[in-house]
């Protein structure tokens, strides 16, 4: 639909898009956001902002279309608008909680912390989630709609906004790195490689 032929539903037809096409969806985006965000909040405060959008959006929305690949690509480019701006913000410190702690008599100097080590050392590692966790976001969105969500190359290219043939690319190199990440992996589970081959 062109955006001049926008159609205007009611507000009634919008609570039935809404509720009928958009919300049976939900837990297919917290997941997608998940992946990209590595944080449960952060996670649903996109799904939340992705709904918002959804509705506030509802007439560019043309029933019958995929409602799943619509919504993805409105949470896509959410992530990526909120990343542009985080990124280009200063990394923010509360120098109170920085500064109660080394006045502290509990302090030992001679040990720093490293937060991402202390909240991951009594977890068991899923190799897998860490493997496809380490790959760089336009690699791990392929895999993630792809494998995980089950979209097709023509869906991921609308929902990413761009060509087939770079889709089919990204997701060729995209496992190809997820394959390297988990060769000593599938190794040491008593897999043939093509190393041992």
Request: include cysteine.
């Amino acid at each position: 639909m062109s955006e001049v032929q926008r159609k205007k539903y009611s507000d009634q037809e919008k609570n039935r898009i809404f509720d009928g096409e958009f919300m049976p969806h939900i837990d297919s985006m917290y997941n997608f956001g998940y992946r990209l965000t590595f944080d449960e909040d952060d996670a649903k405060d996109l799904v939340q902002d992705t709904y918002l959008k959804a509705y506030r959006f509802i007439n560019s929305f043309e029933q019958g279309t995929n409602a799943k690949a619509w919504l993805f690509r409105i949470l896509k480019n959410s992530f990526i608008n909120d990343y542009r701006k985080k990124s280009k913000q200063p990394a923010k410190v509360d120098y109170q909680e920085v500064e109660t702690y080394y006045n502290s008599d509990d302090v030992d100097y001679g040990i720093t912390s490293d937060l991402r080590v202390d909240s991951v050392k009594d977890m068991l590692g899923d190799e897998i989630s860490n493997a496809l966790n380490s790959l760089a976001v336009d690699f791990r969105t392929v895999i993630i709609l792809c494998d995980l969500e089950g979209f097709t190359y023509e869906e991921m290219a609308k929902i990413l906004d761009i060509p087939i043939g770079t889709v089919r690319s990204r997701l060729h190199r995209a496992r190809n790195l997820l394959k390297d990440k988990l060769r000593s992996y599938a190794q040491d589970m008593g897999y043939k490689t093509d190393e041992e081959e």
